[in-house]
């Protein structure tokens, strides 16, 4: 199944982050999303993950449009964004247990989940000890904890040290080679053959994406 | 079971972090023990106003936890692991109003009986109190639902959801506080009880629904 989207559109506040943003990813491929900050990476991926509107252009994975039904689109995808969802009275095993039975996923897979991020000796520590690198990692095992073909991934990496990232990376590489998706903003490399790349900033709209300034075509009124 | 699943949570976290509801019914309590205090403790005037000032101390009991029940888990990004999740957002605000309910709400009925003794409240009107408790406290979750969803991506959200809040819970009160009345006076108060279940009842699928699409918003 291939990721498209097709000229996409999107306002935050009063200004036009990108339009006319379009790509695709096939089966087994990947997107990094690149770019300096306020570019519209987070956004994409929240857009991406139906969590943010569709306001103009389109999003299908196969023949799955994410307009026409959005429940069926993010049967196929899992996010994870800048926060980690963790409560600090779980500890991480409890955490996986109730995304497993959340998402209908098997609990059997929580102990796996956690090896692959190297948490296994902390199944039983509460959130509330955990380092802001592990906090992270218990963040991440939802990718192998529920197996869905599209990860987005918005800056994975952040605060894990050397040896962590490369697990990420490897885990990515993984997901990829067995016919996966992943689109993720990162700034490291996550070392994956024939990855695209993105900059949300070359779709803005005229101005550079640090200006804050009202953008023209709202003042005359066309967004509304 | 996914919806269990979510009640089973919002519990545990009740009672690892905010005692369960203990602390809920440390306040009912403390509130109802205030009038005495400062109405005098004549018992005529006490078991007049007994049924008002109980259902007023459960409304406010209610309001403390209110504005946590989504709020903390936008902040923790917590709310976007559950939109993403099978389990529709409307079910979701169904499930976390009723963990709500069952450490706000259920504690109250145990602990009202203690306070009606305080407040000099007749024997008589015992039943129909316990009655009109359980049969409008959980509209209290619900409807308080739409305001914590209202207000879950503020930061300071807690008293506007508080004013938001409160004066949808009047029919509520005044209908419980009727149906306690009613029997201290040896009148029917099915009338009143079963207008404050309908009350919940009507609540019970519409809340949700408008509370999931306020969380919408608060997610984006």
């Known amino acids: 199944m291939e990721l498209i989207a097709e000229n996409l559109r999107v306002t935050r506040g009063y200004r036009t982050v990108f339009a006319g943003l379009g790509f695709s990813v096939s089966e087994g491929g990947a997107l990094i999303l690149a770019g300096p900050n306020g570019a519209g990476k987070s956004t994409l991926l929240r857009i991406l993950a139906g969590l943010l509107p569709v306001e103009e252009g389109e999003v299908r994975f196969g023949d799955v449009s994410l307009r026409a039904d959005r429940g069926a689109f993010v049967d196929h995808v899992v996010h994870t964004g800048h926060l980690d969802a963790l409560k600090p009275a779980f500890t991480a095993w409890e955490t996986l247990a109730f995304q497993a039975d959340l998402y209908g996923a098997p609990r059997g897979r929580i102990e796996a989940a956690l090896d692959a991020l190297d948490l296994g000796f902390l199944s039983d520590q509460p959130v509330r000890v955990l380092s802001a690198g592990q906090k992270r990692r218990l963040g991440l095992a939802r990718l192998a904890l529920i197996e869905r073909p599209l990860w987005l991934l918005d800056e994975p990496t952040v605060s894990l040290d050397a040896k962590s990232a490369a697990r990420v990376a490897q885990m990515a590489r993984d997901h990829c080679a067995q016919g996966g998706l992943v689109v993720a903003a990162t700034h490291i490399d996550l070392g994956i053959d024939g990855a695209a790349r993105l900059d949300p900033a070359a779709f803005a709209p005229g101005e550079s994406p640090s200006d804050f300034s009202r953008d023209d075509a709202v003042l005359d009124g066309d967004a509304w | 079971?996914?919806?269990?699943?979510?009640?089973?949570?919002?519990?545990?976290?009740?009672?690892?972090?905010?005692?369960?509801?203990?602390?809920?019914?440390?306040?009912?309590?403390?509130?109802?023990?205030?009038?005495?205090?400062?109405?005098?403790?004549?018992?005529?005037?006490?078991?007049?106003?007994?049924?008002?000032?109980?259902?007023?101390?459960?409304?406010?009991?209610?309001?403390?936890?209110?504005?946590?029940?989504?709020?903390?888990?936008?902040?923790?990004?917590?709310?976007?692991?559950?939109?993403?999740?099978?389990?529709?957002?409307?079910?979701?605000?169904?499930?976390?109003?009723?963990?709500?309910?069952?450490?706000?709400?259920?504690?109250?009925?145990?602990?009202?009986?203690?306070?009606?003794?305080?407040?000099?409240?007749?024997?008589?009107?015992?039943?129909?109190?316990?009655?009109?408790?359980?049969?409008?406290?959980?509209?209290?979750?619900?409807?308080?639902?739409?305001?914590?969803?209202?207000?879950?991506?503020?930061?300071?959200?807690?008293?506007?959801?508080?004013?938001?809040?409160?004066?949808?819970?009047?029919?509520?009160?005044?209908?419980g506080a009727l149906a306690v009345n009613a029997s201290a006076m040896d009148l029917p108060a099915a009338p009143y009880l079963m207008l404050s279940g309908a009350i919940t009842l009507a609540a019970l699928p519409l809340a949700p629904f408008v509370a999931a699409a306020a969380l919408r918003l608060a997610i984006r």
């Open chain 2, 1 to 175: 079971m996914p919806f269990l699943a979510l009640i089973r949570r919002d519990l545990a976290i009740a009672f690892r972090t905010g005692g369960g509801g203990a602390l809920g019914v440390a306040f009912f309590v403390i509130a109802a023990t205030l009038v005495p205090f400062g109405v005098g403790p004549l018992p005529e005037l006490l078991s007049r106003i007994a049924p008002g000032m109980l259902w007023i101390a459960a409304l406010l009991s209610c309001l403390l936890t209110l504005d946590r029940l989504f709020q903390a888990d936008v902040e923790d990004g917590s709310m976007d692991v559950l939109a993403l999740s099978p389990v529709p957002l409307e079910l979701v605000v169904l499930a976390k109003c009723i963990a709500h309910w069952l450490t706000t709400g259920l504690p109250l009925l145990l602990a009202a009986p203690v306070m009606a003794l305080t407040l000099r409240m007749p024997e008589v009107s015992y039943p129909a109190m316990i009655a009109s408790l359980a049969l409008g406290t959980p509209a209290l979750s619900l409807i308080g639902a739409i305001g914590a969803a209202l207000t879950a991506g503020m930061r300071r959200g807690g008293v506007l959801t508080a004013v938001l809040v409160l004066p949808l819970y009047v029919p509520t009160l005044i209908l």
